[in-house]
């Protein structure tokens, strides 16, 4: 039977591609740290269930196309707080932030058009890039360099006549990477100088470590009218079966064109929306010490990869990911033969492949997204683990060598 090619040319998850390994060993009876998927273990605030239980309609029935007329009253209280006043026209609920990111693509880019984006890169933009018919020109950075993006020089030489947008994950999936002002600012000035939209992946937003001040894209004046913020509860109250996100954007006729996309798939989830209102209320102190949860578990991830020998990570600054270099013959063979052959006392780790967040054919090989998702105690039984399997792994560069 025949399909697209559209489909053919789609790549797996690298996230999830892995996924029937990981249930093997579970069925042979290993227990696996899943440090692959970006799932936390965090509660999720009980004011979500409390809001679905009191739900109390007697149709289930669609929403506006736009989104819950209280969720987005939410949501703009909510923007205030990063000193970002909207209106009403301003915000579309999406189902995720998934789907807002595939409507950007679809309003921005005709077949054949471009989207800049810093890889390493959140894998899933290469099949929505796909879906639209559009094309991903990556932008490389290192993590020898800690992923900063290259000298302006060097991005420009990327932009063309097809150029539509650029995509700033920001905190970044998967490098934790968090833009300075100045990185900002000459993302803006090139999208002014050279006539395209910046969407910026902010779902990580609450996740910036070290005292640093985060400072959102919606922030930058010269270029709102430019500039299309991907929201989404499911990671800032661990949320991430309420399929609810957003688009915000101060751009109006953009805004009035995408609303046709949201009217094409009727509504997003009415009684999730009913729950996200909730969250929106929840108090500021969870989401701080949630902060703290996760920096100590970074450190607890970044302390014990410094201390394997061949390993090279940077330090992230933000969301819960880390970009990890290894010593290995290929990063996916690796996770393979943890998940198939190797048994430390009857566990193992499971982390995504490299290769798949990145656009540059053979970048990424030796590399793998470990995500910091696991409980303390939990956490550092897997880095154990992970370290006694690189040491006996019989495709480790220093065992090639000899």
Known sequence: MRFSERIYAMQASPIRKLAPYGLEAKARGKKVYHLNIGQPDIKTPPSFFEAIRHFDEDVLAYGPSEGNPKLIEAIIEYYKDYHIDLEKGNILITAGASEAIVFAFTALCDPGDEILIPEPFYANYNPFAEWVSARIVPITTKAEEGFRLPPTETIEKKITPRTRAIVMCHPGNPTGMVYSREDMERIGHLALKHDFYIVADEVYREFVYDGLQYVSFGNLEDVEDRVLIMDSVSKRYSACGARIGCIVSKNKDLMGQIVKLCQSRTSAPTIDQVGAVALYGTSPSYLQEVNREYQKRRDIMYQALKCMPGVICEKPKGAFYMMVKLPVDDAEKFIIWMLKNFDGNGETVMAAPGEGFYATPGLG??????????????????????????????????????
């Open 365 to 402: 090989q030796d590399e793998i997204r470990l995500a910091y998702v696991l409980e303390e105690k939990e956490l550092v039984r897997a880095m154990d683990v992970l370290k006694e399997g690189l040491e006996v792994y019989p495709g480790r560069i220093e065992a090639i060598k000899a």
